[in-house]
């Protein structure tokens, strides 16, 4: 309640307040660097809001963890404190909305186009809708991509990942993915990645390559195994009140921009892992495994009972839908 007494408070400053006043803040706090996909997509949209509204908006971009950790960060929002964010949809499970962690599954998404019809569709318009009591509005999903594994000991099979400490964020199913291969799973901030890799407390972890390569991970992992066993995507959320009480000309406005900006952000996340994924090999201080077909498919099989454990957490419906989208 006091989020949302402040929040409206907050909002009811911006109907008040003249033309000619101050512009209207948007803090855009998020985890990763500024050259990665989400980093590019907050400075995009921050770009076409100040152009756009003809300066009325001003956005102020805290990227790489500079504001908030991943650990406070939708907190802060709630309160107010920072009006926009782009979390992973892995870490709205402490918020109580753990229907998105359906999309951690291992293997749910077969690929990017199915992956954009249930986020554009009534599954990834219904999880915004179950934010909108925690005070939070689902603006835009944004890409980043499929996942890879990386430690400092070959990883070909499953039974490879026995016992290696893997670094997983604040999800329950993601909990589950590691320890159905043995692996011991341990939620870290991501601002706590590289160090924690860097000293032990973690054998290894899971991302896209983009996010490897900008956070220097390959640095300190000896092995890499492409498995794009899952996905990581985005929720581009802002405080609810807040938006709610902007002048209506400014919010649609503002709707465009984050239109555009998703539209950029989809186009640039594909090349971007790309051309991480290159660096990374070039570096050369890490050996990029391809899995063969075979070891692919002992990888779906060992990760294949993860769904069923975990339905009644994420909802058996929305397993199932998902799992309809992808026939
Ligand atoms: C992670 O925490 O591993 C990623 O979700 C970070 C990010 O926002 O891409």
């Given at each position: ?47 076409l809001a100040e152009e756009r509204t003809k300066g009325a908006v ?44 359906a999309f951690d599954l291992p293997y749910i998404f077969p690929n ?208 199932t839908a998902l799992n309809k989208e992808a026939e």
């Amino acid at each position: 309640m006091k989020a949302l007494l402040f929040g409206a408070f907050g909002c009811a400053l911006a109907f008040a307040s003249p033309a000619w006043a101050d512009p209207i803040i948007i803090k855009f706090s998020h985890v990763v660097t500024a050259d990665t996909p989400k980093g590019q997509g907050a400075e995009k949209f921050k770009q076409l809001a100040e152009e756009r509204t003809k300066g009325a908006v001003k956005v102020e971009i805290y990227p790489n963890s500079t504001l908030y950790k991943d650990k406070e960060e939708v907190e802060m929002l709630q309160l107010g404190a920072v009006q926009m964010l782009a979390p992973s949809t892995s870490k709205f499970g402490p918020l109580g909305v753990k229907e998105f962690e359906a999309f951690d599954l291992p293997y749910i998404f077969p690929n990017e186009q199915v992956l954009r019809r249930v986020q554009d569709g009534p599954i990834g318009q219904g999880l915004f809708k179950k934010l909108e009591g925690k005070g939070i509005k689902g603006l835009a999903y944004w890409d980043n991509g499929f996942k890879i594994m990386t430690s400092n000991r070959p990883m070909h099979l499953p039974e490879d990942m026995k016992g290696l400490k893997m670094r997983i964020q604040s999800s329950k199913v993601l909990e589950a993915q590691f320890k159905q291969i043995g692996a011991l799973p341990q939620v870290l901030a991501f601002s706590e990645l590289y160090q924690a890799l860097q000293t032990g407390v973690v054998d290894g972890q899971e991302n896209p390559p983009s996010n490897v390569l900008t956070q220097k991970i390959n640095e300190v992992q000896k092995h890499a195994t492409l498995t794009y066993h899952g996905y990581v995507g985005y929720a581009v959320i802002v405080n609810k009140p807040f938006w709610d009480g902007l002048p209506a000309d400014i919010r649609t406005t503002l709707e465009g921009c984050i239109k555009d900006a998703t539209d950029f952000e989809h186009s640039v996340a594909n090349s971007d892992n790309e051309k991480a994924l290159a660096t990374i090999r070039a570096t050369g201080k890490t050996e990029v495994y391809t899995p063969t077909e075979a070891e692919n498919a002992a990888w779906r099989k060992a990760l294949a009972p993860v769904q069923k454990e975990m339905a009644s957490r994420v909802g058996r419906d929305l397993v199932t839908a998902l799992n309809k989208e992808a026939e």
